[in-house]
């Protein structure tokens, strides 16, 4: 794959992402996006690999994870707990949350929403 092809690939999924949020279905597939961005799996991994350094769902899961900072802070999510938001974003537990937070943001989400707060 050339990088003329690996870049329109990018810019398929990336559009995808945005337009059809498909991170926010917690039984996302590797096939399913494939399928969004009109390309192979094979394609698409290797995209989502080399382009931006992390896998399948490392790649999702930093999609879901900028969706929960951004409604985390929207008023109209004030009263709902940090986990429902998780859930409304696409994840499917507490700890795939937590786990996945941790890793992308170097602290909790508490953390976070305290740190952002002041």
């Known amino acids: 794959m050339g990088s003329e092809e690996m870049q329109e690939i990018k810019e398929r999924l990336e559009a995808s992402m945005q337009k059809k949020q498909p991170y926010r279905n917690p039984g996302i597939s590797l096939n399913a996006l494939a399928n969004m961005a009109d390309t192979t799996p094979h394609s698409l991994s290797r995209v989502i ?4 350094g992390m896998n399948f769902n490392d790649f999702i899961n930093s999609y879901r994870i900028e969706e929960f900072k951004r409604l985390a802070q929207q008023e109209e999510y004030q009263n709902h707990t940090l986990l429902a938001i998780a859930f409304i974003v696409g994840f499917n537990s507490k700890s795939a949350f937590n786990r996945s937070f ?12 305290k740190e952002v707060a002041e």
Not at 49 to 52: A, D, V
Not at 102 to 113: F, G, M, W
């Open 102 to 113: 941790k890793k992308l943001e170097n602290c909790t989400p508490r953390e976070y929403l």
């Open 49 to 52: 690999n080399e382009g931006y």
